[in-house]
């Protein structure tokens, strides 16, 4: 998010707002934010799990849904722009225009240095009162990194991190799987490091 808030704004207001605005925004208690866009890094990661989801839930009742489809925390009444979600089963709506997801089953996010933080931490906090999420995985731009949590019967979310390049995540909720490889195909790293014991002499 960014540091400024627009003006405060009734729900109604953001989503008029929302749909003649070519950027996007978060709503939160009343307030807007801006929305950053992403960098190669982001635009490739994204694209490369968007496509391999895709292709495992084809042939089954699950929706994947790019950065463009809104979610809606109906207890916190915050709206957000989850970089993929995926719906098993009928997906629910605020309303008949089909621009507000209710009900995802798993959420992902690819990090970056300025929402890091939020992803972690306040967003994951709003995320965990979605009755249907069952999985939330983030997503690393500078390296090999994906953490995924689970959602367990007493509402613990079991954390796993995969980051070798012949790993995988396994989303039992919607029964895909992830290949660390894969996800992170044709991305370049920047392998320049201003750690001195790490220069060969």
């Known amino acids: 998010m960014s540091a400024q808030p627009y003006t405060y704004m009734t729900v ?21 934010f801006l929305l950053a866009g992403g960098n190669e890094a982001y635009a490739i990661i994204t694209s490369n799990i968007n496509a391999i989801l895709n292709l ?4 089954r009742p699950c929706t ?15 709206y957000t722009y989850p970089d993929v979600s995926v719906v098993c089963g009928p997906a ?14 798993a959420l992902i996010e690819v990090l970056s240095e300025s929402t890091e933080k939020y992803d972690r931490g306040k967003k994951f906090q709003n995320y965990r009162t979605i009755d249907s999420l069952q999985e939330y995985l983030l997503v690393a731009q500078e390296s090999m990194q994906i953490d995924h949590y689970v959602r367990q019967p007493d509402n613990f979310w079991l954390l796993s ?3 070798a390049e012949d790993e995988q995540i396994v989303l039992p909720s919607i029964h895909c ?7 992170y195909n044709k991305v370049q790293f920047d392998t320049e490091t201003d750690d001195p014991s790490m220069i060969s002499e």
């Open 12 to 32: 109604d207001e953001y989503l008029a707002f929302e749909e003649t605005n070519p950027a996007k925004h978060e709503y939160y208690q009343g307030r807007v």
């Open 56 to 59: 495992q839930v084809r042939e």
């Open 64 to 78: 994947v849904y790019t950065s463009d489809m809104k979610v809606k925390v109906e207890r916190t009444k915050l």
């Open 92 to 105: 629910q709506f605020e309303d008949t225009t089909r621009r507000v997801l209710l009900n995802p089953t």
């Open 161 to 163: 991190s995969a980051s």
């Open 177 to 183: 799987h992830l290949s660390i490889k894969d996800v």
